[in-house]
């Protein structure tokens, strides 16, 4: 049975608990990171937590990201079908992983703020179902479904953060989307057994914005699923215990994309006239994040066994 895990603040100490119906048992293990913990194994880990101490309740406890460095996080891009589609890509003919990674000093907790710098006016979210890494390799690694619990440790919620205005007319993913507080992770961490890894394809994702849902979809339709994505990255990337992988986000984006007759045009404009252009349309969507805006992520399995908490954000601008 899954092991839904958190890491928490109480009286100015940070302990690992179990989250059961509104409260948080303290687990008795001598762990300070995500790695650590993960190393302990799963028959440790749950022993861990069959003897739990007396359970706190949770508003008197500060919830923090579980996954602490060392970390890298690493991405996927445009893995929802219907994202694909909206992005000008056709699902059943992409043959390769759009891959980049975020900064570990972008990580922050489930909740409180996101920190909206002075510069930056495109700022984006991205709900994605972010797995756990828990093997260590040191060279390309064949992941299939029957191993894949070798690999993944469990899973929790992402928002892959963005400043577009960054992102893409200075063509910088990684310096667009690592600025601090652009990876919040958690609250959950969600321990799956090798039975469990079946919840991947099974998982129901929602962001809203200041209550309206902005995006809503399935695991089931991740283009790229976590086993073959995991072989792919395993090219050009160790997996250390404790590492993450954001796998990509649904459709519903603040982006707005032009058309492709408008890129086609847009490529015979000076360099500096293609930004300007793009900035103004961008500009004038208003889904983007401003100040005050609040924005909450949840991922639950259709089966409500597999449920990774909710996360929950203000907008604030850069002092």
Known sequence: MALHIVRFEAEKNIHWGLIEFNQVRPLNV?????????????????????????????????????????????????????????SG??????????????STASITGPSGNIIKPRHVTLLDYEIELTLVLGKR???PVKVTESNLHEYVAGICIGNDVSARDVQIPQM??????????????????????????????????????????RQQDSTANLVFKPAESLTEYSQ?????????????TPAGCALGLPSPTAVRLSALLPEAKKWELFLKSQRSRKQYLKA??????????????????????VITGEE
């Open 292 to 313: 005050g805006d609040k924005v909450e992520s949840t991922i639950i399995s259709r089966d409500g066994k597999i449920n990774l908490g909710r996360q929950s954000h």
């Open 137 to 139: 390799t040191h060279s």
């Open 89 to 102: 890509m056709n699902p059943d003919a992409k043959a390769f992983n759009m891959f980049f990674t975020k």
């Open 30 to 86: 001598p762990c300070t990171t995500t790695r650590a913990l993960l190393e302990m194994g799963r028959k440790s880990i749950r022993k861990a937590a069959d003897e739990a101490g007396a359970p706190l309740a949770l508003d008197t406890i500060k919830l923090l990201s579980p996954v602490t460095t060392p970390a890298k996080v690493l991405c996927q891009g445009a893995n929802y079908r219907q994202h694909m589609i909206d």
């Open 236 to 248: 050009i990337q160790d997996f250390e215990p404790g590492d993450v992988m954001m796998t990509g």
């Open 172 to 213: 910088q993913f990684h310096k667009g989307k690592s600025y601090r507080t652009f990876c919040p992770l958690g609250p959950v961490l969600c321990l799956l057994e090798p039975d469990e890894m079946h919840y991947l394809n099974e998982l129901q994702l929602t962001l809203t914005v200041n209550a309206g849902v």
